[in-house]
């Protein structure tokens, strides 16, 4: 039962435009998401992510948004850059104290067009 | 800011053998430990997770094993090796409350023959 859903395995953007990655999830006793950036042969590095109190999150170049009605996030990368070019996975934590465990997406490696 | 040394990075074993990853954290104290595996094209299923010293809770049934010896040592086992055991492993750790990211290890490549 895959709680986490990343539809799109690979995304190709022109440098410059807008990546823009999406998720959605099933299980609606997530309260915490987030994005990690993975490059080959290394582990995935944390890059942003929103409580479920919020529906969007800023930093940088990145922004989470989340629709919790329609259990559905999304990573907008802009401008995009050459070393954007990566597996991107999203993960969800569910509710509780003391939960801690993470459900991962199975990833969407972006593309970014020199 | 924790750091998570994990090796080797690469490691080739022939099916039946055992094996040993080592994960060690620096930077923290008291952290959540956790055993993450990721198949060719899948995403990160997580193993192990553990809250303190000696306490494991296991997520998937498998031949695999965790040992949480010191604080801040994890130890993925496994006394045969199955085909099916290869994949990335990675190692990550919480600390504290709240909504607090997990950060990984750069992972051991685990290829069986």
């Known amino acids: 039962d895959q709680q986490v859903k990343q539809n799109s395995p690979s995304l190709s953007v022109q440098e410059g435009r807008i990546s823009i990655l999406n998720c959605d999830y099933t299980n609606s006793m997530f309260d915490y998401f987030l994005w990690y950036k993975k490059y080959p042969a290394e582990g995935p590095t944390f890059l942003i992510s929103?409580?479920?109190?919020?529906d969007k999150n800023e930093d940088g170049r990145f922004t989470v948004f989340l629709n919790k009605s329609a259990k559905h996030l999304s990573l907008h990368i802009v401008p995009s850059q050459p070393g954007d070019s990566a597996v991107y996975f999203c993960?969800?934590?569910?509710?509780?104290?003391?939960?801690?465990?993470?459900?991962f997406g199975t990833g969407t490696r972006l593309t970014i067009i020199p | 800011s924790q750091t998570i040394h994990q090796w080797p990075a690469t490691l080739v074993q022939p099916v039946g053998s055992p094996l040993s990853l080592e994960c060690t954290v620096e930077g923290t104290s008291n952290p959540n430990l956790y055993w993450y595996r990721q198949a060719a094209g899948r995403g990160l299923q997580l193993l192990f997770y553990?809250?303190?010293?000696?306490?494991i809770s296991s997520e998937v049934p498998q031949n695999l094993s965790a040992s949480r010896p010191q604080d801040r040592q994890f130890i993925l086992s496994s006394k045969k090796l199955l085909l099916s055991d290869s994949g990335f492993y990675l190692c990550?750790?919480?600390?504290?409350?709240?909504?607090?990211?997990?950060?990984f290890g750069d992972g051991t490549r685990l290829s069986i023959l």
């Open positions: 929103i409580s479920s109190i919020k």
């Open positions: 553990s809250v303190g010293i000696g306490q």
């Open positions: 993960a969800a934590r569910g509710a509780g104290f003391g939960n801690e465990k993470l459900t």
């Open positions: 990550a750790c919480s600390t504290g409350g709240g909504n607090q990211p997990q950060h």
